[in-house]
């Protein structure tokens, strides 16, 4: 199963293959064989770029061989909810003109790295600090104290991707399920779009 | 987590210098210059490198040549004197600045060519509350150099009076200077005679890197085979054999491929890749407390290598407390940099170039909102 990705950078894309492979395989119990993952940079901003990269995920084969089964649409809110309800409406319209197409939606808000901080356990495991010492940690936003931290105290030959990775192998899903609701509504979307597939709806 | 380092560069201030008329610049401990070609980033550059080579030793007359091909391509066109001024603002890593001054005047000699001549030098030193004058120089006469020599000793018009001075912060003053990289045609790292081919140029970083320290010649490669997936290794072929004095093997380091038999020569190398390569090992082998300055970063290298580029050396340099000061002209490369780091470059519509910064604008606050909603700062430039 071949899972397209469009976001709006390659750190969300390492977060989101991650995260939707745990999702997947811890909530329906099962270890999910050939799965993988495609990626589709946006390099910015995603909702006004859905329509044209949905259809070159479907309809054109890109890094992979084979299409993809199904995609996971990213865009980050960023305080501006029309993003999200932009991004909500173009997918229903998507879907509604290529009724086989289903599209998973990830809204984190503001950004992904919002993910991190809500599980605060597994960001700190990673870095090995305290929390009172990622109270310390400067930047106005989740993504700038991303950065910080990156460049403070992660090993130099490590690229950031790879960092995100590592914290999201770390997450627990269920707390952080429990923690932040824009990651409730893309675990819920995730999994009733992989059944939607799974049950032929997607074929 | 309080960052303790400071920039060494710390602010530029340059009159009448090629297409710059009068302007400051001010730099944090990682800057990146932005603007379109020819708008004047390279002119900044050299301004920096122009005082470099003065204070390292070089001539006023050997100094320009690296810049312009006579004297008066270094004097801006639109100025109504004769006069170039550079002062440039250092820190030692510690409570200490050093401003240094220079004005060089464009005058006539018997050849009918112009020439430029030191018209006045002075260095100070300012540490706490306290500033201190340790070397003026008024035209040939040096008017102030605290008790070490005659103040009535003359000077060559284009020698500089750090030259024949000596004390203990003129010699600190080189010492900074010396720890500025500019990794353009203008790199002086080794006591060898400079190399000539980009590739020579990279066998010697790396050879110099691998004998300063072997961890982080190690650090090296792990970075460059995540920024060259292809690659597979980097093989020192002299391991063991004593390397002739003052001479660059260019066979010296050979490059695995993953589908290649055998290594390759740097000489299969691209462009791209000789410069990934070159910058990448300057920055690990620049001790703490230097400047790294890379021009045009992305020169021959694919965007989405020189972002992660971009994002080791940002990290390179935090963490061995170096001043990182990059250039660009591609707009895309600026998604990860923080907007407060970015010097952005135009030419007005008389020529003249200007330097700022989004800090700085009126408009801060509606930036900031721009910012935070998802705005992209690229659509700004």
Redesign the interface.
């Given at each position: 199963m071949i899972i397209g990705i469009l976001h709006e950078?390659?750190s969300d894309f390492a977060t989101l293959e991650v995260l939707s492979r745990n999702i997947l395989e811890n909530r329906l119990g099962v270890t999910i064989k050939n799965l993988s993952f495609a990626s589709l940079c946006a390099?910015?901003?995603t909702p006004p770029k859905l329509s044209a990269a949905a259809i070159r995920f479907f309809e054109t084969p890109l890094k992979k061989d084979s299409k993809v089964d199904f995609m996971i649409f990213h865009s980050?809110v960023?305080?501006?909810s029309t993003?999200r309800t932009s991004a909500i409406t173009l997918r229903d319209q998507y879907q509604r003109d290529k009724p086989p197409v289903q599209i998973a939606l990830a809204l984190p808000e503001?950004?992904m790295e919002e993910w991190f901080f809500a599980e605060v356990d597994a960001l700190c495991a990673y870095f090995e600090i305290s929390v009172e010492?990622l109270d310390?940690?400067?930047g106005?936003?989740p993504k700038?104290k991303m950065?910080?931290l990156?460049?403070?105290y992660?090993e130099?030959?490590l690229?950031?991707n790879e960092i995100y990775a590592a914290i999201s192998e770390r997450i627990d899903i269920d707390k952080l399920f429990n923690r932040d609701q824009n990651f409730q509504y893309f675990t819920n979307d995730l999994l009733s779009t992989y059944n939607a597939w799974s049950q032929g709806v997607g074929r | 987590m309080e960052s303790t380092k400071k920039a060494m560069i710390k602010s530029l201030h340059i009159e009448n210098f090629k297409s710059i008329e009068n302007q400051t610049v001010n730099f944090d401990e990682f800057s990146m210059i932005i603007g379109e070609n020819a708008s004047g980033k390279t002119n900044l550059i050299n301004a920096i490198s122009f005082v470099r080579r003065i204070v390292l030793g070089s001539n006023v007359s050997e100094a320009h040549k690296m810049f312009a091909a006579t004297p008066s391509e270094l004097l801006n066109k639109r100025s109504h004197t004769n006069v170039i001024k550079v002062s440039i603002l250092l820190g030692d890593g510690d409570e200490a600045e050093y401003h240094l001054s220079y004005e060089f005047s464009l005058v006539d000699s018997p050849s009918s060519l112009k020439v430029l001549s030191i018209s006045y030098e002075k260095l100070e030193v300012k540490n706490e509350n306290k500033t201190e004058v340790v070397l003026e120089r008024r035209g040939d006469s040096i008017i102030s150099a605290g008790t070490v020599i005659p103040t009535n000793l003359k000077i060559e018009s284009g020698i500089p009076a750090m030259a024949v001075v000596d004390n203990p912060s003129i010699q600190k003053v080189r010492r900074l200077f010396n720890r500025i990289y500019i990794s353009t045609a203008d790199v002086s790292v080794s006591t060898a005679k400079q190399p000539h081919t980009l590739e020579q140029r990279v066998i010697e970083i790396i050879s110099l890197l691998k004998k300063k320290s072997t961890e982080d010649f190690r650090k090296f490669e792990v970075v460059v085979k995540k920024l060259m997936p292809s690659l597979s290794s980097i093989v020192d072929v002299s391991e063991g054999v004593p390397a002739p004095l003052n001479s660059i093997n260019e066979y010296q380091f050979l490059f695995k491929e993953k589908n290649m038999e055998g290594a390759l020569s740097l000489k299969a190398g691209s462009h791209g890749d000789l410069r990934t390569f070159y910058i990448l090992a300057l920055t690990f082998l620049a001790g703490e407390n230097s400047t790294i300055i890379a021009e045009e970063i992305e020169n021959g290298i694919h965007t989405k290598r020189a972002k992660d580029l971009i994002e080791f050396l940002e990290k390179i340099s935090y963490q061995g407390n170096k001043q990182l000061i990059l250039s660009s002209h591609n707009p895309r490369l600026i998604g990860k940099v923080p907007f407060e780091k970015l010097i952005i470059v135009e030419r007005s519509a008389d020529g003249a170039s200007t330097y700022k910064k989004f800090t700085t604008s009126a408009n801060l606050p509606a930036l900031e909102r721009f910012l935070e909603q998802g705005g992209d700062i690229a659509q700004l430039l």
């Open positions: 950078g390659e390099n910015g901003p980050d960023d305080g501006d993003k503001p950004h010492e310390r940690i400067p106005k936003t700038d950065k910080s990156i460049n403070a992660s130099v030959t690229s950031s | -």
